[in-house]
T-cell receptor, first 112, second 114 residues
Framework: QQKVQQSPESLIVPEGGMASLNCTSS?????YFWWYRQHSGKSPKMLM?????GEKEEGRFTVHLNKASLHTSLHIRDSQPSDSALYLC????????????FGSGTRLLVSP | EAAVTQSPRNKVAVTGGKVTLSCNQT?????MYWYRQDTGHGLRLIHY???????EKGDIPDGYKASRPSQENFSLILELATPSQTSVYFC?????????????FGAGTRLSVL
């Protein structure tokens, strides 16, 4: 069973600070990672995706991927109270018709 | 943004009853998924599909069936609902393996089984 592990479970950062979230898959067949954000009572929305080794930056958000260790991380700089949400990591396997599995999430609270 | 419509938005069912949750997308996406999310937790994959007529078991398929009669529609069926199936259910669609490699989610269905 494909597993996606996220850490930490919860995180509190001050407004303007840096938040760092981690995600690792245990399945060597994973070929794609996403980061989704879910505000309370809403559906998840895609933040960023990555499938190549290295780093990708979009505004205040940076995602890293190490394919050898199947580890990805999301970094949010200059965190804002509106960034407070559940952050979900997802991984897909090309085999089996693109099964997509999510981790249990990191709950981020940005304190004003 | 791609539209995924779930119905009903809220449902109260009795134990042992049959429940059908519906999902419709008009984006011509090949891939569709059903997840459940329990309070404060992540999404768990129930069933998924890679095209009309196909269904695949996810990580927690027991007690659920799925049906993909057309490209647009993907249903989740609970033949004999139990209180443990009380949850929020999300449908998602996408075209994985293409430049549109993103999942788009519906608004969710809140199901209570009494």
């Amino acid at each position: 069973q494909q597993k996606v592990q996220q850490s930490p479970e919860s995180l509190i950062v001050p407004e303007g600070g840096m938040a760092s979230l981690n995600c690792t898959s245990s399945d060597r067949n994973v070929d794609y990672f996403w980061w989704y954000r879910q505000h309370s009572g809403k559906s998840p929305k895609m933040l960023m995706s990555i499938f190549s080794n290295g780093e990708k930056e979009e505004g205040r958000f940076t995602v890293h991927l190490n394919k050898a260790s199947l580890h990805t991380s999301l970094h949010i700089r200059d965190s804002q109270p509106s960034d407070s949400a559940l952050y979900l990591c997802a991984a897909s396997m090309r085999t089996g018709g693109y099964k997509v599995v999510f981790g249990s999430g990191t709950r981020l609270l940005v304190s004003p | 943004e791609a539209a995924v419509t779930q119905s009903p938005r809220n449902k109260v069912a009795v134990t042992g009853g049959k429940v059908t949750l519906s999902c419709n997308q008009t984006n011509n996406h090949n891939n569709m998924y059903w997840y459940r999310q329990d309070t404060g937790h992540g999404l768990r994959l129930i069933h998924y599909s890679y095209g009309a007529g196909s269904t695949e078991k996810g990580d927690i398929p027991d007690g659920y069936k799925a049906s993909r009669p057309s490209q647009e529609n993907f249903s989740l069926i609970l033949e004999l609902a139990t209180p443990s199936q009380t949850s929020v259910y999300f449908c998602a669609s996408g075209d994985l393996g293409t430049s549109q490699n993103t999942l788009y989610f519906g608004a969710g269905t809140r199901l209570s089984v009494l």
